[in-house]
């Protein structure tokens, strides 16, 4: 006998309440929209967060069909970071992966430019948040049973390129908390993995593009790129659903550089 209220099935044959909810923190940016699209195609239920822009939030879960969960959340503030967790698990049951897509919009300037102000709030804002939200998640994700955690970071961890200390040494520690949750929480069945983007025509790597440098210096940097070719955000998307998904099961501590050869 059909039963008339059926489970819906994701594309890897999980059920959603088996699978739970992916959280996308960062979801209304320009690698986050593009990482919601795909686990939303792959059956993920989704919660996308956005700290500013909200037009861009709930046009995305619209398109999303309604699906989607958005949530304003600031990762400077830890009681913020709960209440997004604690909207998630109640929407979808379970939460059975975390998705950290955030950046700050940061300058490149030389090492030596740089106010401690500056590193003040960009190691608040990425490092520090994203300690403090992996740390509140854990409890859900182990619950969950089989759970993953990607975090979005940088090429520039293995082939720096002057000016972009900003972004790379916050990331740093995003990726080495990523490796020690991988390394301490296996045991509960929670994987972490990263994907480190290369240029990427999209978010802060197209902004770069339009503001900083001149056209022929990213000619040159495009000349750089084994594939002859920067990124797109699709790309990155793929990757980071691959490894949130059961596909990825045996893969844990990982990072996956996605930057067409860039930093060989």
């Not at 398109?63 to 209440?83: F, N, P």
């Not at 480190?196 to 593009?209: S, W």
Request: charged content about 20%; overall charge negative.
């Amino acid at each position: 006998m059909t039963d008339p209220h059926p489970i819906p099935m994701s594309a890897s044959g999980r059920s959603q309440a088996t699978r739970g909810g992916a959280i996308v923190v960062g979801g209304s940016g320009g690698l986050g929209g593009p990482i919601c699209r795909r686990l939303a195609q792959a059956g993920w239920p989704v919660c996308l967060t956005y700290r500013s822009n909200r037009d861009a939030a709930e046009s995305l879960a619209l398109e999303l069909r309604g699906e989607a969960l958005t949530v304003c959340a600031d990762l400077r503030d830890r009681l913020s970071i709960r209440t997004t967790l604690d909207l998630a698990a109640e929407r979808f049951g379970s939460i059975g992966a975390l998705i950290y897509a955030s950046g700050a919009n940061i300058r490149q300037p030389w090492v030596s430019q740089i106010a401690p102000e500056e590193w003040e709030d960009v190691i608040k804002t990425e490092t520090l948040g994203f300690i403090d939200l992996a740390s509140a998640a854990l409890p859900l994700l182990r619950a969950h049973g089989s759970a993953s955690i990607v975090s979005v970071t940088t090429f520039a961890l293995y082939n720096y390129p002057p000016g972009d200390a900003l972004s790379a040494v916050p990331k740093a520690a995003v990726e080495m908390m990523t490796r020690v949750i991988a390394k301490e929480e296996g045991r509960h069945g929670v994987r972490a993995n990263a994907v480190a983007p290369g240029i990427i025509d999209a978010g802060l790597g197209e902004a770069f593009q339009k503001e900083l440098y001149t056209p022929a210096a990213w000619d040159q940097a495009r000349q750089n790129v084994a594939l002859r070719r920067f990124g797109q955000a699709e790309e990155i998307a793929d990757a980071v659903e691959f490894l949130a998904s059961d596909r990825a099961r045996y893969i844990t501590g990982q990072t996956i550089v996605v930057d067409g050869g860039l930093s060989l």
